[in-house]
């Protein structure tokens, strides 16, 4: 088992970059997958990114590909996102999700993930 804490969030203009950390307990960090999806107010909850165990291979949704980008350390343990060029439209509560078997394919669907963590709050004003 998995707990994650996300930090980093905040409020920032529009244009403005944050990078957000989900730390991981336990010592099979790098055995799991990792994702960020995030949920704004009155939406489903939305794919990001996401990063294999090994840190080699990274996907992103559409909407911020080319502004966002995933990595991880594995010897602390934590996953970032860097997010930059930020929009309003980026406002919204970011989750960091993990697990040990999900598929290549599948690495955007929500499902697929079994740990996430509590959410932080990135607020990007106009």
């Known amino acids: 088992q998995v707990q994650l804490v996300e930090s980093g969030g905040g409020l920032v203009q529009a244009g403005g970059s944050l990078r957000l950390s989900c730390a991981a307990s336990?010592?099979?960090?790098?055995?799991?997958?990792m994702g960020w999806f995030r949920q704004a107010p009155g939406k489903e909850r939305e794919f990001v990114a996401a990063i294999n165990r090994s840190g080699g291979i990274t996907y992103y949704s559409g909407s911020v590909k080319g502004r966002f980008t995933i990595s991880r350390d594995n010897a602390k343990n934590t996953v970032y996102l860097q997010m930059n060029s930020l929009k309003p439209e980026d406002t919204a509560v970011y989750y960091c999700?993990?697990?040990?078997?999900?598929?290549?394919?599948?690495?955007?669907?929500?499902?697929?993930?079994?740990?996430w963590g509590q959410g932080t709050q990135v607020t990007v004003s106009s």
């Open positions: 336990g010592r099979t960090f790098s055995t799991y997958a």
């Open positions: 999700a993990a697990d040990p078997v999900v598929r290549a394919q599948a690495m955007g669907v929500m499902s697929e993930y079994e740990y």
